[in-house]
């Protein structure tokens, strides 16, 4: 799911893949990583440049005139500016749509909580499920193999429904670990580091792409399907009430993107996808129901929420970078916030990550 796209020749590579390759490939010009040149927030766009990326951010500030085929879709009983594309119905951008207080809280619990079993992550396969990561990493913890006298393994299935064998692991100090030992051993920090998702509610199956119920799982958190109920509703049909009943969560180093694809596995598309976004700016990539259509660039900030119902659900998008050389000033308040000693590696972690929370109705 994250990594480089497949080689292709030019003539080869779809509009989608040219849009990946040309901002996976963006250098800011500033070489100290500060903001480079003004641009506008829409405009042809070429390789090495964001002439073409639409910033909701400025449109909502009055910086300039709202481009055409953008328009406002405010909502009745919805207090929020809401953004969307004209050509592409059921797509909603609500920029800024969290405080700084929500962020940090929602930064908390991706990384405190949401790896909690029984939520299965992308470590699960490998090390079998691990209780308190982030503890054992805000303490110096070292995950090592267990060694037991009657070589034990435990038993664990894998996304693709087979039980799979895995060695036991615990956490322990560094003191505790004797020179020249040769077990296998990870930091914990080094393990918040290498999560890339985890599944809440019910769990989504990557390897057949549908979702296990009989996974072993707890319902959403009332607090997070709250807040999506009440985001979801620029994007709800009249009378009805979004229900969350899953979510996955990804986390993206410095060099990770997530390529083109379309989220499909939910019974009712009419019922909107609500991703928040977290930490680190991105570029978020929409694009057509192939990848033969260029698709529309925008930023995507922490804190902005982003909808897709209907016949968006059916439409490519991805996002081909993120931005943790520049531009730091735009999450200097939740650094700010997050600065206390209790939340010190969390600042450290979310200064070069972003964190995004998707909110799903299944059935």
């Known amino acids: 799911m994250y990594g480089e796209t497949e080689p292709a020749t030019a003539a080869e590579r779809t509009a989608f893949r040219q849009a990946e390759k040309q901002y996976k490939l963006y250098k800011p010009s500033n070489p100290k990583g500060r ?10 766009g070429g390789d090495g440049d964001l002439s073409a990326v639409v910033d909701f951010h400025e449109l909502l500030a009055g910086v300039s005139e709202l481009p055409a085929g953008i328009g406002r879709c405010d909502s009745a009983g919805f207090v929020k500016p809401v953004f969307c594309f004209l050509d592409r119905p059921g797509f909603y951008f609500i920029p800024g749509a969290l405080s700084t207080e929500e962020q940090c809280y929602w930064i908390r619990e991706s990384l405190k909580t949401f790896p909690q079993p029984p939520n299965r992550t992308n470590l699960t396969a490998m090390y079998g499920q691990i209780s308190d990561l982030l503890y054992a990493a805000e303490n110096q913890k070292i995950f090592v193999e267990v060694e037991g006298s009657d070589g034990q393994e435990r038993k664990e299935q894998g996304n693709d429904g087979e039980k799979t064998r895995c060695k036991i692991f615990k956490f322990v100090a560094d003191s505790e670990i004797q020179k020249g030992e040769t077990r296998k051993s990870i930091a914990a920090a080094t393990l918040v580091r290498k999560l890339r998702w985890s599944t809440l509610g019910l769990q989504f199956d990557w390897s057949k792409r549908n979702y296990d119920v009989l996974l072993p799982h707890n319902k959403i958190p009332d607090h997070l399907a709250t807040l999506a109920k009440k985001m979801a509703i620029p994007a709800m049909p009249s009378g009805e009430e979004f229900n969350a009943e899953a979510a996955i969560v990804n986390y993206y180093g410095p060099s990770d993107m997530l390529g083109g694809h379309v989220d499909d596995m939910e019974a009712d598309w009419t019922k909107p996808i609500v991703s928040i976004s977290l930490g680190c700016k991105c570029i978020f990539l929409l694009g057509g129901k192939t990848r033969d259509e260029a698709p529309r660039a ?15 659900r059916e439409r490519f998008h991805g996002v081909p970078r993120i931005f943790t050389e520049s531009d730091q000033q735009e999450i200097l308040a939740v650094v700010s916030q997050l600065s206390g000693d209790d939340d010190r590696f969390i600042s450290d972690y979310i200064r070069n990550s972003r964190i995004n929370i998707n909110i799903r109705q299944v059935y």
Request: proline letters at 4%.
């Open 35 to 44: 903001s480079s040149s003004r641009r506008k927030p829409t405009g042809g």
């Open 298 to 312: 925008m930023f995507l900030r922490s804190g902005d929420i982003v909808l897709m119902a209907g016949e968006a």
